[in-house]
């Protein structure tokens, strides 16, 4: 086969732009942990050594890391006054934390992530999995910021709404169990909306737990959303009104054990929820830039997480609604129900009765 020149230029050119975007990746946490978008937001246009002397940073460094932000178009850059400085929607997605166009979140989860590269090349080698306590510490935190956007703006405005009567319940006073709940970002959302239920988040990754725990406490919610360490299969069989497994499900070995033992748990007239990366049932459907995001992610934290435990059932981050059905079905559920859809996301109902 002979190569297209032009085709094999425009390729090139494309894997180019992503090399600049990988290594920027790295400069982005180092802003985010240095302080330096916040400082350009909350100070306006600065000059390198006006950054530097407002973060208590080394001038040279911070110039060099402005230059590579502006070529990123991440900073806007005015070569007249030599001042760099962040429009309205750079700070929304670099400076603005709790904001619903946060992108930090996504960048800290991808430098953490590729830390695991030594380890991963062993398990694709030996097919033996990589726990998420295996990784750097900020797999976790990261995945948490990644997702907090979406669950701020669709978890408590339209994906439980959009279950039949769950609301109402929450409203009245009902229990929840938020299964995988990684630091309780959608715990505590739904424990805020509901002040009428009460709300426990398990997850076997205990530093994510105690993050969760401490989190709830400077939230002033500790009494009624509360985290402990425990496995989707091994959680107290209380009679829960609500279920939520929030982008975790694809995460576990045993899938089909975890909504079993959901299943179990529920009160009568109970649901479970089921959120899950949005994809199509075929490969074909999710090459977009969405599903890029969720299979690299999938391939470097979430398939080795679940190769990891018992059963390894590694759905991956794309399966899709036709093979999650498959997944309900086998741990009993009649009927699965697909509530919403967003972007990113999408919801599946499932209930006892
Ligand atoms: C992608 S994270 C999602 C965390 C959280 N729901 C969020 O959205 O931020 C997947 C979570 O599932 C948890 N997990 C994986 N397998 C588990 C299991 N068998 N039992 C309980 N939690 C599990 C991991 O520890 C991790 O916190």
Known sequence: ?????????????????????????????????LGLYRALASNGPSTSAELAALTGTSERHVREWLRAQAAAFYVDYDHASGRYGLSPEQAAV???DSGTACMLGGF??????GRAVDRLEDSFRSGAGLG???????????????????????????????LGGVAERLERGARVADV????????????????????????????????????????????????????????????????????????????????????????????????????????TDNLTPVGRVYYAASALVCTPASLA???????????????????????GFGHVRKAAETRHHMVLEARTT
């Open 108 to 113: 800290q989860l991808a430098v953490a992530a």
């Open 309 to 331: 435990q018992e059963v390894g059932a590694a759905l991956g981050a794309q399966a899709g609604e036709s093979r999650l059905g498959e997944v309900f079905a086998a741990a």
């Open 94 to 96: 670099f400076a603005d």
């Open 132 to 162: 998420w306590h295996e990784h750097d510490r900020g797999v976790s935190e990261g995945t948490a910021r990644f997702f907090r956007p979406a669950y701020a703006t669709h978890l408590v405005g339209t994906w439980i709404p959009s």
């Open 180 to 283: 995988g709940c990684g630091h309780g970002v959608s715990t505590m959302l739904m424990a805020r909306a509901f002040p009428a239920s009460t709300f426990t988040g398990f997850d076997d990754h205990e530093p994510s737990i105690g993050a969760a725990n401490r989190a709830a406490h400077a939230a002033g919610l500790a009494g009624r959303c509360r985290f402990e360490a425990r496995g989707a299969k091994d959680f107290p069989l209380e009679g829960w009104d609500l279920v939520a497994f929030l982008d975790c499900l694809h995460d576990m070995g045993d899938p089909v054990g975890a909504l079993r033992h959901a299943r179990r748990a529920l009160a009568d007239g109970g649901t479970v929820m089921v959120v899950e990366p949005r994809a199509g049932d075929a490969v």
């Open 1 to 33: 086969m002979r190569v297209d020149r032009a085709r094999l230029e425009a390729f090139v050119e494309r894997a180019f732009g992503d090399v600049g975007a990988a290594m920027t990746a790295s400069l982005v946490v180092l802003g985010d942990r």
